[in-house]
């Protein structure tokens, strides 16, 4: 990405602060992203092919340094990146550190299918970096392989290229953590996250207008709601309550019809890793091909509300705690705003 490019980034996922590697050449950049609402990022280290940080995350105190790894892919320079990161495990060795990314390298025979079945010499030497400096992989729940050449029959070469680790143990980490391998979308690499799980107390949620729920055309109950509905008393009292139903027939059909988006995701990515495990079993072929551009349409589809969803959340501003009067203010305006709006859309 360049610097006008992950700018864009930033604003999709509501991001405010980013720090960079840009990319030199073919190889490919590096960027860690944060909200500095929720944590604070303060950089150490920035290098061609490595950069690190410290996390400070502001609800759960939880404390870590951050390095994010692009693997060199010619040979002789894999092995200067991981001897400059452990330098940095050398100069901070009571520090708990994540390491991830993708290290362009393979432990062991297992983890590639297709091609030479031989171990190299840069899986070996990886192999030692890591018993060295006493790092611990963090599993990932599914699929082996994080990346595959996409082609057909004997062609066709999977390896798991991608991975996290944990530098200093996860005893002084206190936290659960799962990586997971997510679904493919326009790249030979599978996409892998890893979520740390803390523990959060209830949170009270008012009611908000989801911007994300304009993306589906039976939005238009809205239109009709409104013209139905028959309030008798002072234009006030009027739509007031009629705000007031329509309220409450829109949850009603975001949980029957919308659905929760969450859910949806998690069933297509269900859907497209079935699609994933074929394909590292057998290759590509016309069927597979073809599901899975089905799977990936309904796909994006769905990132496209949850990017509004996750955008909105991110420009919320918090009222103040008792400011009832406001807030009550502040959602009905919005749900009359949207009301006005779709009637507009649908004269139009």
């Known amino acids: 990405m360049n610097i006008a490019e992950m700018d864009l980034?930033?604003?999709?996922?509501?991001?405010?602060?980013?720090?960079d590697s840009p990319v030199l050449g073919v190889s490919g950049g590096l960027a860690i992203i944060w909200d500095p609402r929720n944590a604070l990022f303060t950089p150490i280290e920035k290098r061609q092919n490595w950069m690190c940080g410290r996390v400070n995350c502001y609800n759960n105190k939880l404390k870590f340094n951050l390095i994010n790894v692009y693997g060199p892919t010619q040979n002789r320079d894999k092995a200067l990146v991981?001897?400059?990161?452990?330098?940095?495990?050398?100069?901070?060795?009571?520090?708990?550190?994540?390491?991830?990314?993708?290290?362009?390298?393979?432990?062991?025979?297992?983890?590639?299918?297709?091609?030479?079945?031989?171990l190299s010499v840069v899986a070996i030497e990886f192999a030692d970096w890591i018993n060295r400096n006493s790092l611990m992989e963090i599993q990932?729940?599914?699929?082996?392989?994080?990346?595959?050449?996409?082609r057909k029959g004997f062609n066709n070469i999977a390896e798991k290229l991608d991975r996290f680790f944990i530098f200093g143990g996860l005893s002084n980490f206190n936290n659960t953590m799962e990586a997971e391998i997510l679904p493919?979308?326009?790249?030979?690499h599978y996409p892998i996250q890893l979520e740390i799980l803390v523990e959060q107390g209830p949170k009270n949620c008012p009611f908000k207008f989801e911007q994300m729920w304009y993306k589906d055309e039976n939005i238009l109950l809205l239109e009709k709601c409104w013209k139905e509905e028959v309030v008798s008393g002072s234009k006030m009292f009027i739509v007031a309550n009629k705000l007031k139903i329509i309220k409450r027939k829109l949850l009603e059909w975001n949980v029957e019809h919308f659905g929760n988006i969450f859910e949806r995701k998690q069933l297509v990515e269900t859907k497209l890793k079935a699609v994933n495990t074929e394909v590292l079993k057998s290759g590509m072929d016309?069927?597979?091909?073809?599901?899975?551009?089905?799977?990936?349409?309904?796909?994006?589809?769905?990132l496209a509300k949850e990017e509004i969803y996750w955008r909105q959340k991110s420009r919320e501003s918090w009222l103040k705690d008792g400011d009832r009067n406001t807030k009550f203010f502040h959602n009905n305006t919005k749900l009359k705003r949207c009301v006005n709006r779709i009637s507009s859309i649908r004269n139009s």
């Open 286 to 302: 016309e069927i597979l091909f073809l599901r899975e551009k089905t799977l990936l349409k309904d796909y994006e589809d769905i």
């Open 184 to 188: 493919i979308s326009g790249s030979d």
């Open 140 to 150: 990932t729940t599914d699929n082996t392989f994080t990346w595959n050449n996409r």
């Open 82 to 118: 991981w001897l400059e990161i452990e330098t940095f495990f050398k100069n901070n060795p009571n520090e708990v550190s994540i390491i991830g990314g993708d290290f362009n390298a393979i432990l062991k025979v297992s983890d590639k299918r297709g091609g030479s079945n031989k």
């Open 9 to 19: 980034f930033k604003q999709k996922l509501g991001f405010r602060k980013a720090e």
